[in-house]
DNA sequence: GGGCTGCATCAATCTATCTTGAAGACGGCG
DNA sequence: CGCCGTCTTCAAGATAGATTGATGCAGCCC
């Protein structure tokens, strides 16, 4: 159990609010049961009757889509403190995989959990409103890399999410980052080959772009990359103008 | 005002739910103010400082991205009924653009209009949070076409994609629509260039799959079209069972 | 009627990325 | 230590889709 240092969701969630003790007992109400995984391991799939979410509590995970013909397209790659399948949540069945990437844990809580937040705490409610939206705008973003982008920008948008997204809780995180994903993976996550994906690097690197260290990556020119690729931040703020008080 | 028959707005979320006065008072709301746009008129642009969401009364919008260097990417094609802007709610400005494709009219009201859903209706709140979360799904459907499918499937998802949204308001509609965009328009959505969508729709019409009449598109063989893209569709049933009553 | 503009189409050429296959590098494990 | 699976890299050839520029057609305005 999670109670005796803060969890990853509370930290991730007050970095933009207020919670106050109410907030937190219905925030840690989603993290009263917990699961591990391994390295690959599914999560659910597709089709899967799904009543449930989960928050990320240790390791990536990422979801997916599978074409019948073997065709895979990740979404969206998952960390700590984040929470997993709010577009599923319209529906009675999964729309897409969810897989670990590394060995992890998650912590399952039922739609209905959601509910309570409802009925009980308008604040939270518009908590979760943005951040589920937000979750929205940076899928957008992806779409924006797929449909327009070349490879070498897909890589640097990729890589610069991953950044921005770490920094939410890690503010002193420098421009290196733990890269638990094979290229394989990032190539799903781009529309790219494998092949591909390992020539762009190994040219970006040549470039003086990024550096490698074994599963680690050091984006050399961050403002650069950003220019190239005109990256906006989604994670630093978040609009809580409007929310309830 | 929209007082003397039904707002597309209240028959597209009365089509999942059973909405009561209060609800139906909340809805109304969002559609007090109404404000004409010419074809291809822009509504708002991406860094506007934006505190509005729009109801679709008439027409056909979309909102899209540009890069620096005149890439373009249509996000999402919006239709009468539809909510523009959950994506942005999280952010003090826009995102994306809005434009319209043709002549219409949107409804503008402020995000403070949800906090006051938020506060006082859960079960409006709910069905709020999943339609915002099941056009969040759209996006990853699309996301998918852009990542792993050849220009002709995407033809096919695009096109299925619409006729499933139209028919959410209008069941008895056949396999047969108005279709106001052109093939510029159209390749921006699907990450292609006008000139590919234009050979890939005729040779589409070519064997028999679908046929045109001036801006009007018939789909010959939906199920062929489905299987092809392995087609789900988003919008004929929304997950209601966990909603607070 | 004549000219303009927007749009669809066609064709020739070009290129980014895919495909396939094979060879290193590396770590884990018997 | 040596084997084996995973991952990365390299290379040769194939192709889907981009690019550019020209043509035709329709509607619209003068």
């Given at each position: 159990m999670s109670t005796q240092s803060k969890s990853c969701l509370v930290e991730k969630l007050s970095y933009y609010v207020d919670l106050d003790d109410i907030a937190e007992k219905h925030l840690a109400a989603l993290e009263e049961h917990e699961r591990n995984y391994y390295r690959h391991q599914e999560v659910y799939s597709e089709g899967d009757e799904l009543q449930y979410l989960h928050v990320v509590k240790e390791g990536w995970f990422y979801s997916y889509t599978d074409m019948p013909d073997g065709r895979r397209q990740i979404i969206r790659v998952l960390h700590p403190g984040d929470i997993i399948g709010f577009p599923d949540?319209?529906?009675?069945?999964?729309?897409c995989n969810v897989r670990a990437s590394e060995d992890g844990c998650l912590c399952p809580f039922p739609k209905s959990k959601l509910d309570v937040i409802f009925r009980e705490s308008p604040k939270l409610t518009a908590l979760m409103f943005s951040i589920a939206n937000r979750d929205h705008a940076c899928v957008i973003d992806t779409l924006r890399a797929m449909g327009r982008m070349d490879a070498r920008e897909r890589l640097s948008y990729f890589f610069l999410d991953i950044i921005a997204r770490l920094?939410?809780?890690?503010?002193?995180?420098?421009?290196?980052i733990r890269m638990p994903m094979n290229q394989h993976e990032i190539g799903d996550a781009l529309g790219l080959t494998h092949t591909y994906v390992s020539k762009t690097i190994r040219e970006m690197e040549d470039a003086g772009l990024i550096s490698r260290n074994g599963a680690t990556l050091t984006l050399g020119y961050e403002d650069k990359l950003r220019d190239m690729v005109d990256f906006s931040d989604r994670y630093a703020t978040l609009d809580t103008s409007w929310f309830p008080s």
């Open positions: 949540i319209s529906f009675e069945e999964a729309t920094r939410v809780t890690n503010k002193a995180m420098s421009n290196t």
